[in-house]
Nanobody
Framework: QVQLVESGGGLVQPGGSLRLSCVAS????????MGWYRQAPGKQRELVAT???????NYVDSVKGRFTISRDNAKNTVYLQMNSLEPEDTAVYYC?????????????????WGQGTQVTVSS
């Protein structure tokens, strides 16, 4: 069984910073792309940033220059450093990963989601 667990959310004032972490655990062989998504109240879930196993990154325009995604392949962990936070960044942030794993001794591949962590930007 594979699971993703996020941490690092919370309440921060506009202009502040937060760092989200997401750890994947279980019978993991390796992880392909990892990413962060977010969903604000009344809105659809949207892509925030992705990172390949080799380290290539992609960001939604609204966070470019403010957010940085990174990963530690040895720790099966992805991070999202969020700086200059704005009230519009308020949302539940979800980790996503494309994982190769062992299931009953067979090679398998599946896309997983974390449970989400709340980020609130407010004065």
């Amino acid at each position: 069984q594979v699971q993703l667990v996020e941490s690092g959310g919370g309440l921060v004032q506009p202009g502040g910073s937060l760092r989200l972490s997401c750890v994947a655990s279980g019978s993991i062989i390796n992880i392909n792309a990892m990413g962060w998504y977010r969903q604000a109240p009344g809105k659809q879930r949207e892509l925030v940033a992705t990172i390949t196993r080799a380290g290539s990154t992609n960001y939604v325009d609204s966070v470019k220059g403010r957010f940085t995604i990174s990963r530690d392949n040895a720790k099966n962990t992805v991070y999202l450093q969020m700086n200059s936070l704005e009230p519009e960044d308020t949302a539940v942030y979800y980790c996503n990963a494309d994982i190769n794993y062992l299931s009953e001794s067979r090679y398998s591949r599946r896309n997983y989601w974390g449970q989400g962590t709340q980020v609130t930007v407010s004065s």
